[in-house]
């Protein structure tokens, strides 16, 4: 089945101590990634890949990591999370050309910090 | 500043009623596709939009992209309960291999027995 799969789905967590969400898909799509979705504001994208080692800043990204080593993995890192960090985060896939790419997102992952 | 204007934010109906959700930019996009998100799930791609003046069918859904390709609208016939959700509207900027996809706010839709 294709898909695209997040980890951990829930977590709690304090200031300042490092964090990893993983993502992976099994699509082999080039394309991918992250999403903070907050009340009012719809999906602002925080850092995106359209291939290995290849990654870009998105609209968000100030205080978040991201790596690319394999084609489908797409780490998110919170070096030092806040509480304006508290959101919900997806990772979204897709292949990379064409205009009517269709993105795969994700279940989320809800993230508290305290 | 957001790009893509999408109202209602809220929408309550009873079942059986049509329904207009509209998302609306100053800016000219190349594409422009509608997703539905259900609690606890990610969005799902309901369509996608390339040609000023489109119009797409979904059985019950119809979809239609602005002439300027500025603006989009979505129309639901005889909403029914499981049409109940989140819809979310997404631009593209460029045709090109970047892929950024620019949401608006969403609106959220609560169809009543």
């Known amino acids: 089945e294709a898909q695209v799969t997040q980890n951990p789905r829930y977590l709690i967590t304090v200031t300042g101590k490092k964090l990893t969400v993983t993502c992976s898909q099994n699509?082999?799509?080039?394309?991918m990634s992250w999403y903070r979705q907050d009340p009012g504001l719809g999906l602002r994208q925080i850092y995106y890949?359209?291939?290995?080692?290849?990654?870009d800043k998105g609209d968000v990204p100030e205080g978040y990591k991201v790596s690319r080593k394999e084609k489908r993995n797409f780490p998110l890192i919170l070096e030092s999370p806040s509480p304006n960090q508290t959101s919900l985060y997806f990772c979204?896939?897709?292949?990379?050309?064409?205009?009517?790419?269709?993105?795969?997102f994700g279940p989320g992952t809800r993230l508290t910090v305290t | 500043t957001q790009l893509l204007e999408q109202s209602p934010q809220f929408l309550s109906i009873q079942e059986g009623e049509n329904l207009t959700v509209y998302c609306n930019s100053s800016?000219?996009?190349?594409?422009l596709q509608w997703y539905r998100q259900e609690p606890g799930e990610g969005p799902v791609l309901l369509v996608t939009?390339?040609?000023?003046?489109e119009v797409k069918k979904l059985k019950r859904l119809t979809f239609q992209f602005g002439d300027a390709r500025k603006d989009s609208s979505l129309h639901i016939t005889a909403a029914q309960p499981g049409d109940t959700g989140l819809y979310l509207c997404?631009?593209?900027?460029?045709?090109?291999?970047?892929?950024?996809?620019?949401f608006g706010q969403g609106t959220t839709l609560q169809v009543k027995p």
């Open positions: 979204a896939s897709r292949i990379s050309r064409g205009p009517l790419y269709e993105q795969y």
């Open positions: 699509m082999n799509h080039e394309y």
């Open positions: 890949s359209m291939n290995v080692e290849v990654t």
């Open positions: 800016s000219v996009f190349s594409s």
């Open positions: 939009v390339v040609t000023g003046g």
């Open positions: 997404a631009g593209a900027r460029n045709p090109g291999n970047t892929g950024k996809l620019i």
